[in-house]
Structure formats: structure tokens, C-alpha cells
């Protein structure tokens, strides 16, 4: 399979073979084969920014098919769910906005019968951006746009004790079903992923674009001085075989540094620190540029990645998040990962980037102040630049006998995407050594003997490889008390009720600040600084919401 204007292979195109109704995608190299009963057989192939196309295969004859691109004016992609409950109608939401500030417009999970509507997907991914962006609202003593709230992100930004996947597996599972601090009705469970780290001989060779926004928006201390002193954090932890380039756009576009050895760090930091900021912002004309960069010093088998850093405040070229969306899905497949970096408040564009990153195959962060960088750049910085599993997601099969209803706690979908009958969930990068928690509110169906709750299957994809794997775990009826399951896993109860409060959710109507505040403080590490922020956090958000809302009722059980 390749493409018909380039001729470059073309991987993971999705083919649909007529007479079985059988999916199949072609390898790294765009090769192919399938098994078939019949001398002729049609086969339907689609590809992110390609024609979808229907071609007749003849049996035991060799085929070199070619794939029609889109241009970009005409490009219809099918928007993505994150997450996904078969056969469940919707429905629509109101738009937040904020001062210049855009957020996705988001719908939360409704309460799912489980007889009804026994399985759930969602997508995958280690974005964190959330919460370092409600911390900043909560400083300057405002209320959290509501779209602003992504639970799964919160609970990402928690290392929720970490346990090594068996040898050979990417990911490792464990599970706990415990009360519900918020509903005696209601119960918890908490299912927890690890991905697997990368041992120091695995990580490979990167080369890294930095694609750095210097338009007049950027002139701020949050924003490119705070960048810059981010760059240079990330330099120091280069090494001699990983690359870096500089990409920069303002009312221009221009390749500030050219490929540049890691080792050479004094040489890079210089490069960084005499940025300046001014001019209009092209940012789509830099993206442009960055992949062009990117894939003319492409490393095969490395770490290919542009770097995005950016308020998002694209206002030359193609702006709109659909323009953006379409653009970017012309380099998906490239094998080029996007790494989005976004600072500022104000015109801060959140919604731009969130689709960039999720699009672009890559992760999302926001930095808020220098200690963020470190977090994200230095901390964290292999989940933060590498893979271990591309385009994956998880569905959770619930046992009716045993559940009777079900809301999963975060993983919301846009409004436009659940307009769209034909979407589907999109899986999402998962970096090394991440902790993920899934935390989903249900009812108990009493009195069954059986202990199996619910199965739980991954579909991922190996960084660089077209076959789709799987993982699978059996969640077994394990309830214990609250102060029994581990401390993490305790202290995410409060991370999920903490974003149910700042979205003002109707599912949390009856709870108080109070309540809050005395779960926090009894399931918190005052060892863990992260843990004891969120606290302080909790303490400012009281005052916040309390001043602007009718108290609400509710006390801790």
C-alpha cells in the first residue's frame, strides 16, 4: 500500500475485507496479505488524510495498490470519541467560555445500565495539562471553567503507586472496590495500569524539534521566559547521540537552530536564551516546518518528536481547531510524535491543543510556573518524550449480575464528536512507567455469590508496529473498607470528588466542601508535597465556590 502522489508506503491503513467482514491493517512497510476462500475479493481502505478507497483483489496475484491523498481544504476526518458506551444516546451540554480562554465543550458520563449497556471503551493517554491549569485558576482566586476539568487528567498527575508489569508485558493491572465516601448507595472501584519502563539500554536515540512560539502574545513572564528556562532544563538531560532543532514562529517562520548534537549543550542553551518574542502567530505554517525538520533527520527505530510550546493563540494561516485537526492528521502517520507544551492565561487556547496532541499522536502538559517545567521536562521526562504503546485504549465489560449501574468517573467526550453518529473511540500514546487509575462509580447488585465484576481488555499497538495487540484482566468482587486499600489508591477518591466539585456536577449536588476537605486530609501523605498541594488547593477552592454558591449540605461518612 502506497501513497499515490509520493509513493511512500503507507502503515496501519485499516482494510476491510467484503466477503468476511474482516479488518486488517498493512505493516510498517505498508505490506500486506490476507487469507481468502474465493479467486476475487473487494476490500475497503482507509487512512487518516486519505481517500477511502475500494479496490478488487484477485487471489494469489501480488497487488501494489496506491491510496489517493486529501488536499488539506477537503480533508473529513471522523471526529473521536475518548470514550464510548455502546448503543447509549447523549445528551447536548452548554459551552463555557472564559475571558479569551477556549476549552473543548464537554459532557459528563451519565449513570449506565449495566444490563443494558454492559461495556465501555476509553482511550488511553498521560496527559496531565488539567490540573496544573485548575491550580493556576484556583492562585488567582477564580472559579475553574468547568470544561477546564478533566478528571483523568488529575488523576494522571498522581503517581498512583506504581507496581512493574510481569516480564514481557507492556501493561500490568491490578484492581480495589471500596465504599463510595460520597454515596452509601454507591460503591468505587479503582483499576489500575502500569505501562512498563524502559531500561536505560532501551532508550533510544531522539530527535527532538523544538517548535517554539515567539509571537507578541508570548512577550510575558509566564510564558516565553518561562519557556526558555524550561528548554533548558530538558537540554540537560540530552545525551551526545540525541539531535535537537529549533523551529520558531512569530510573523514568520524560520529554522533557528539547525540539527544539533546533545552534547554540544552550551551551544543549544545560547540558542534558547536569545528568543524574543513579537509579531503575529503562524503557527500552522510552523508545524509545517517542524515536520519537515522532523522527517529530514528522521532516525529509524529513534524517538522522532516535534515539541510544540505555545498559549495556542493561532491567528495567521489556519486557525480554527478543525483546520488544525486536519493539518496535523496529514503527519500522523509519519511517525513523528507531538509533544504540546501550553502556557499562559488570558488567550490561553487549550481546546487547540488538546486536539494537536491527541491528533498528533503525543501527550499534553501545562505549565503554570517553573517547578511544572521541572515536573514534566526533568521528573517525568521519559513519560513525557517517549512510547511504549501507540493507539490504545481499554473496554471494560461489566457483569449485570453483579452491577447494576455504572459512571465512569472522567474521559468525557466533546460535544461536536457525540454529534457525530459515526465516531469512534480513538486510542491514545502511553508513556513508560505511568500509572493510570480508572475510577468508576456503581451500584452493587446485593446478595450475588458470583465474583467476577467485570473484564477489562487493552488494544494497543506497539511504537512503529502495525499489529494490534491485547492485553486482558478479570476484575474479581475484592471490596474492602476505605482505610484498607492502599494509600494512593485511598487518596484518589478525593482527586475524583475534587474534580466533580470544580465542574459543579449535578452527580455531586448533595455534597459538601466540608466533606471535601475532611476526606482530603484523612486519605492524604503529609510526606507526599503533591498530595499535601492538592490539599491547599481544596482549602482555596472552599473559599472560592463557597462565596459565590449556596453552601450545600453534606457530612463525611
Not at 475500494?54 to 473529513?76: D, H, M, N
Not at 467560555?97 to 476509553?122: D, K, M, Q, R
Not at 495556542?312 to 509533544?339: A, C, M, P, R
Request: aromatic content about 10%; charged content about 25%; some cysteine.
Amino acid at each position: 500500500m502506497k501513497d499515490a502522489v509520493t509513493g511512500r508506503p503507507l502503515s496501519t491503513a485499516e482494510m476491510l475485507v467484503h466477503s468476511t467482514g474482516y479488518l486488517y491493517y498493512t505493516g510498517s512497510g505498508g505490506a500486506f496479505g490476507i487469507t481468502s476462500s474465493r479467486a476475487t475479493d473487494t476490500v475497503t481502505i482507509s487512512l487518516n488524510g486519505f481517500i477511502t478507497s475500494t479496490f478488487v483483489l484477485q487471489a494469489g496475484k501480488f497487488e501494489e495498490l496506491r491510496l489517493p491523498p486529501q488536499q488539506t481544504t477537503t480533508i473529513f476526518k471522523k471526529d473521536q470519541l475518548l470514550s464510548f458506551t455502546r448503543n447509549f444516546n447523549y445528551e447536548e451540554s452548554m459551552k463555557w467560555t472564559v475571558a479569551g480562554e477556549t476549552y473543548s465543550s464537554l459532557v459528563e458520563n451519565s449513570i449506565i445500565n449495566a444490563e443494558e449497556n454492559p461495556e465501555t471503551s476509553f482511550a488511553i493517554h498521560t496527559d496531565k495539562a488539567s490540573y496544573s491549569n485548575i491550580r493556576r485558576f484556583l492562585k488567582m482566586e477564580t472559579k475553574v471553567p468547568p470544561d477546564a476539568v478533566r478528571a483523568e487528567e488529575m488523576l494522571n498527575y498522581f503517581n498512583m503507586g506504581y507496581v512493574r508489569p510481569a516480564e514481557g508485558e507492556v501493561f500490568g493491572f491490578r484492581h480495589y472496590i471500596s465504599e463510595c465516601p460520597w454515596n452509601k448507595d454507591k460503591l468505587l472501584l479503582y483499576l489500575q495500569v502500569c505501562s512498563r519502563q524502559l531500561p536505560e539500554e532501551e532508550i533510544v536515540p531522539s530527535n527532538l524539534v523544538f517548535l517554539i512560539d515567539i509571537s507578541g502574545s508570548m512577550d510575558m513572564p509566564n510564558r516565553l521566559p518561562l519557556l526558555k528556562n524550561a528548554f533548558k532544563l530538558l537540554v540537560d538531560n540530552l545525551r551526545e547521540k540525541d539531535t535537537v532543532s529549533i523551529v520558531i514562529y512569530g510573523s514568520g517562520v524560520g529554522i533557528w537552530l539547525h540539527p544539533t548534537s546533545g552534547a554540544e549543550k552550551e551551544k543549544i542553551r545560547e540558542s534558547i536564551e536569545s528568543l524574543n518574542a513579537g509579531g503575529a502567530t503562524a503557527g500552522a505554517s510552523g508545524l509545517q516546518t517542524a515536520y519537515a525538520l522532523a522527517k529530514r533527520h528522521f532516525i529509524a527505530g529513534g524517538n522522532n518528536r516535534v515539541i510544540l510550546a505555545t498559549d495556542g493563540d493561532f491567528n495567521v494561516g489556519q486557525t480554527s481547531e478543525k483546520d488544525l485537526e486536519n493539518l496535523i492528521s496529514q503527519h500522523s502517520q509519519s511517525g513523528i510524535y507531538l509533544t504540546c507544551l501550553g502556557v499562559g492565561m488570558g488567550n490561553y487556547k487549550d481546546s487547540k491543543l488538546e486536539v494537536l496532541a491527541k491528533k498528533g499522536n503525543g501527550n499534553f502538559a501545562y505549565l503554570d510556573d517553573e517547578k511544572e517545567a521541572e515536573k514534566v521536562l526533568v521528573t517525568e521526562l521519559t513519560q513525557t518524550l517517549y512510547t511504549v504503546a501507540d493507539d490504545a485504549y481499554l473496554t471494560i465489560t461489566f457483569n449485570p449480575q453483579k452491577i447494576k449501574d455504572y459512571r465512569l468517573i472522567g474521559y468525557e467526550n466533546k460535544l461536536n464528536a457525540l454529534a457525530d453518529t459515526t465516531s469512534r473511540v480513538e486510542g491514545g500514546e502511553v508513556g513508560p512507567g505511568h500509572t493510570m487509575l480508572v475510577v468508576v462509580e456503581f451500584t452493587p447488585e446485593h446478595g450475588v455469590m458470583e465474583e467476577k465484576v467485570a473484564e477489562v481488555k487493552i488494544e494497543y499497538l506497539h511504537p512503529s508496529d502495525s499489529t494490534i495487540r491485547q492485553a486482558e484482566y478479570t476484575i474479581t468482587d475484592n471490596y474492602q473498607k476505605l482505610e484498607e486499600i492502599p494509600q494512593p489508591i485511598q487518596f484518589a477518591s478525593a482527586v475524583a470528588l475534587f474534580s466533580g466539585m470544580l465542574k459543579e456536577s449535578a452527580y455531586f449536588q448533595d455534597v459538601s466542601w466540608q466533606l471535601l476537605e475532611t476526606l482530603a486530609a484523612k486519605v492524604s501523605n503529609p510526606d507526599n508535597l503533591l498530595e499535601m498541594e492538592m490539599l491547599k488547593m481544596i482549602g482555596e477552592a472552599k473559599r472560592i465556590y463557597s462565596r459565590k454558591t449556596k453552601k450545600r449540605s453534606g457530612t463525611f461518612r
